[in-house]
């Protein structure tokens, strides 16, 4: 039977939606590496799966392209939660995830914002491979580490133009002290409430835009007493705001939009 999905995008940050609710879940991670194909499936930087839940309104499963799993993902969020918001005439909905319970809402203006959970500075939460201060790696550039429920490593520079992301990238994203590697941000802080950012994401790419890299690495800007509580994260695709008071949850905002629906043909769900 054929399986609907949803292509949308966050400032050109591009996810596929899947309502599975009410069926048994079609998505392995066999099948989320062959949809995220960009010459032979659909192609995104990842897949949310709505599913049923008993104590919010939907539960989220998340896919990268390469079929790895991930326990969250800022703009899959929110496209998720404005197809429920469009489908229930509602303003507000709870979605959970791997991170929690996260509250979604459309703001006035019409964008999505999402409450994307505390931001983790352990080391051990992130994971680093050994105890250390996660505010300033012993690594040249000397960036800052958190977890959103994925790791994030952020290197404030001068200049972002000069920085050799693809080179780079994957030299940063799978150093050792990353056991499960991690997204690269090279932050260029154009005033106390505005960065410019550029993206290594894991398991690598370039994309125009992440929410969740977006909130580290305003986070982590914060953290060093750089930014203001409340920042606009503008990244290659175009802006999303982070807001983080310093002790509770990290609110995401900005727009999602749809850009097509279509079927995913049935030799596509067969297993390989």
């Known amino acids: 039977m054929p399986l609907t999905f949803h292509k949308m995008h966050a400032n050109g940050d591009d996810f596929v939606v899947i309502d599975a609710r009410n069926s048994v879940n079609p998505v392995t991670g066999e099948l989320a590496r062959r949809l995220g194909d960009r010459h032979r499936g659909i192609g995104f930087n990842q897949l949310a799966v709505v599913l049923d839940c008993e104590d919010a309104d ?17 703009s899959a969020t929110r496209g998720a939660a404005d197809r429920l918001m469009r489908e229930t005439s509602r303003t507000l909905i709870v979605l959970r995830t791997q991170r929690g319970l996260l509250t979604c809402e459309r703001t006035p203006s019409g964008t999505i914002s999402v409450e994307m959970g505390q ?8 994971p680093l491979a ?9 690594l040249p550039g000397d960036p800052a580490a958190c977890s959103m429920g994925n790791p ?8 972002l133009s000069a920085v ?7 030299r940063l994203e799978t150093h050792p002290l990353f056991p499960r590697k991690t997204n690269v941000h090279f932050v260029q802080i154009i005033d106390r409430q505005h960065i410019r950012l ?19 690495a305003a986070v982590n ?3 060093r007493g750089l930014l203001d509580n409340t920042v606009e994260v503008e990244c290659d695709g175009g802006p999303v705001t982070v807001h983080w008071d310093g002790t509770g949850p990290v609110i995401l905002s900005g727009p999602v939009e749809a850009s097509f629906t279509g ?3 049935d030799h596509q769900l067969e297993p390989k």
């Open 119 to 126: 931001p983790l500075f352990n080391w051990a939460d992130i």
């Open 263 to 265: 079927t995913i043909a």
């Open 130 to 138: 050994q105890a250390l201060d996660t505010l300033t790696l012993p």
């Open 58 to 74: 939907a539960r989220l499963e998340f896919w990268n392209a390469d079929g790895s799993a991930l326990d969250v993902c800022g």
């Open 164 to 170: 050799d992301i693809v080179t780079l990238g994957p």
């Open 221 to 223: 800007g914060m953290r």
């Open 198 to 216: 550029r993206i290594w994401e894991r398991n690598g790419a370039i994309p125009l835009g992440s929410g969740s890299c977006s909130c580290g």
């Open 152 to 159: 994030h490593c952020t290197f404030f520079v001068e200049d």
